[in-house]
Nanobody, 119 residues
Framework: QVQFVESGGGLVQPGGSLRLSCAAS????????MGWYRQAPGKQRELVAR???????NYGDSVKGRFTISTDNAKSTVDLQMNSLKPEDTGVYYC?????????????WGQGTQVTVSS
Protein backbone atom coordinates (compact mmCIF):
# COMPACT_ATOMS: atom_id res chain seq x y z
CA GLN A 1 0.00 0.00 0.00
CA VAL A 2 1.57 3.25 -1.17
CA GLN A 3 1.06 6.24 1.08
CA PHE A 4 2.09 9.84 0.74
CA VAL A 5 2.04 12.23 3.67
CA GLU A 6 2.26 15.94 2.91
CA SER A 7 3.37 18.59 5.37
CA GLY A 8 4.41 22.23 5.44
CA GLY A 9 1.21 23.97 4.46
CA GLY A 10 -0.16 26.97 6.30
CA LEU A 11 -1.02 30.63 6.16
CA VAL A 12 1.50 33.01 4.62
CA GLN A 13 1.42 36.62 3.51
CA PRO A 14 1.77 37.58 -0.15
CA GLY A 15 5.43 37.61 -1.15
CA GLY A 16 6.31 35.04 1.48
CA SER A 17 7.67 31.51 1.14
CA LEU A 18 6.65 28.01 2.16
CA ARG A 19 8.26 24.63 1.71
CA LEU A 20 6.02 21.61 1.27
CA SER A 21 7.29 18.11 1.82
CA CYS A 22 5.85 14.76 0.78
CA ALA A 23 7.05 11.59 2.48
CA ALA A 24 6.46 8.37 0.55
CA SER A 25 6.01 5.00 2.22
CA UNK A 26 8.07 3.34 -0.51
CA UNK A 27 11.11 4.06 -2.63
CA UNK A 28 10.69 6.87 -5.15
CA UNK A 29 12.29 4.59 -7.75
CA UNK A 30 8.91 2.88 -7.97
CA UNK A 31 7.50 5.93 -9.76
CA UNK A 32 8.08 7.20 -13.29
CA UNK A 33 7.34 10.71 -12.03
CA MET A 34 6.51 12.57 -8.84
CA GLY A 35 4.56 15.78 -8.73
CA TRP A 36 2.62 18.41 -6.86
CA TYR A 37 -0.88 19.43 -7.89
CA ARG A 38 -3.22 21.95 -6.36
CA GLN A 39 -6.92 22.59 -6.27
CA ALA A 40 -8.48 25.92 -5.47
CA PRO A 41 -12.12 26.20 -4.39
CA GLY A 42 -14.43 25.79 -7.37
CA LYS A 43 -11.58 24.92 -9.72
CA GLN A 44 -10.14 21.77 -11.20
CA ARG A 45 -6.99 20.19 -9.87
CA GLU A 46 -3.98 21.49 -11.80
CA LEU A 47 -0.35 20.57 -12.17
CA VAL A 48 2.03 22.72 -10.16
CA ALA A 49 5.31 20.89 -10.70
CA ARG A 50 6.52 17.48 -11.74
CA UNK A 51 9.86 15.70 -11.79
CA UNK A 52 10.58 12.55 -13.74
CA UNK A 53 12.67 9.63 -12.56
CA UNK A 54 15.39 10.97 -14.86
CA UNK A 55 15.32 14.37 -13.18
CA UNK A 56 13.44 16.32 -15.84
CA UNK A 57 11.20 18.97 -14.33
CA ASN A 58 8.22 20.86 -15.64
CA TYR A 59 6.10 23.52 -14.03
CA GLY A 60 2.72 25.09 -14.44
CA ASP A 61 2.97 28.42 -16.25
CA SER A 62 1.75 30.38 -13.25
CA VAL A 63 4.53 29.14 -10.96
CA LYS A 64 7.54 29.12 -13.27
CA GLY A 65 10.46 30.98 -11.76
CA ARG A 66 8.89 30.96 -8.29
CA PHE A 67 8.53 27.29 -7.34
CA THR A 68 11.12 24.53 -7.34
CA ILE A 69 10.50 20.80 -7.04
CA SER A 70 13.17 18.46 -5.72
CA THR A 71 13.53 14.88 -4.53
CA ASP A 72 15.63 13.10 -1.94
CA ASN A 73 15.71 9.45 -2.95
CA ALA A 74 17.49 8.40 0.24
CA LYS A 75 14.65 9.83 2.33
CA SER A 76 11.88 9.10 -0.19
CA THR A 77 10.71 12.69 -0.05
CA VAL A 78 9.56 15.19 -2.64
CA ASP A 79 9.73 18.86 -1.71
CA LEU A 80 8.20 21.95 -3.24
CA GLN A 81 9.88 25.26 -2.44
CA MET A 82 7.42 28.07 -3.03
CA ASN A 83 8.68 31.66 -3.16
CA SER A 84 7.03 34.98 -3.95
CA LEU A 85 3.66 33.52 -3.08
CA LYS A 86 0.52 35.17 -4.42
CA PRO A 87 -3.10 34.98 -3.24
CA GLU A 88 -3.89 32.95 -6.36
CA ASP A 89 -1.54 30.23 -5.10
CA THR A 90 -4.09 29.45 -2.40
CA GLY A 91 -5.45 25.93 -2.49
CA VAL A 92 -5.01 22.37 -1.33
CA TYR A 93 -1.71 20.94 -2.52
CA TYR A 94 -1.51 17.24 -3.29
CA CYS A 95 1.50 15.02 -3.72
CA UNK A 96 1.31 12.59 -6.65
CA UNK A 97 3.27 9.59 -7.78
CA UNK A 98 2.78 7.84 -11.13
CA UNK A 99 3.62 4.17 -11.39
CA UNK A 100 3.80 2.26 -14.66
CA UNK A 101 2.99 -1.44 -14.99
CA UNK A 102 3.22 -2.62 -18.56
CA UNK A 103 1.00 -0.32 -20.59
CA UNK A 104 -1.01 0.84 -17.59
CA UNK A 105 -0.34 3.80 -15.33
CA UNK A 106 -1.46 4.26 -11.75
CA UNK A 107 -1.64 7.54 -9.87
CA UNK A 108 -1.19 7.66 -6.11
CA TRP A 109 -2.22 10.72 -4.10
CA GLY A 110 -1.61 12.14 -0.68
CA GLN A 111 -4.39 13.58 1.46
CA GLY A 112 -3.43 17.17 0.67
CA THR A 113 -2.16 20.13 2.64
CA GLN A 114 -3.78 23.56 2.71
CA VAL A 115 -1.85 26.61 1.56
CA THR A 116 -3.43 30.00 2.14
CA VAL A 117 -1.81 33.18 0.88
CA SER A 118 -3.45 36.19 2.43
CA SER A 119 -2.66 39.40 4.21
Amino acid sequence: QVQFVESGGGLVQPGGSLRLSCAASTSLFKFIAMGWYRQAPGKQRELVARISSGGTTNYGDSVKGRFTISTDNAKSTVDLQMNSLKPEDTGVYYCNGRHIVGVSSYDYWGQGTQVTVSS
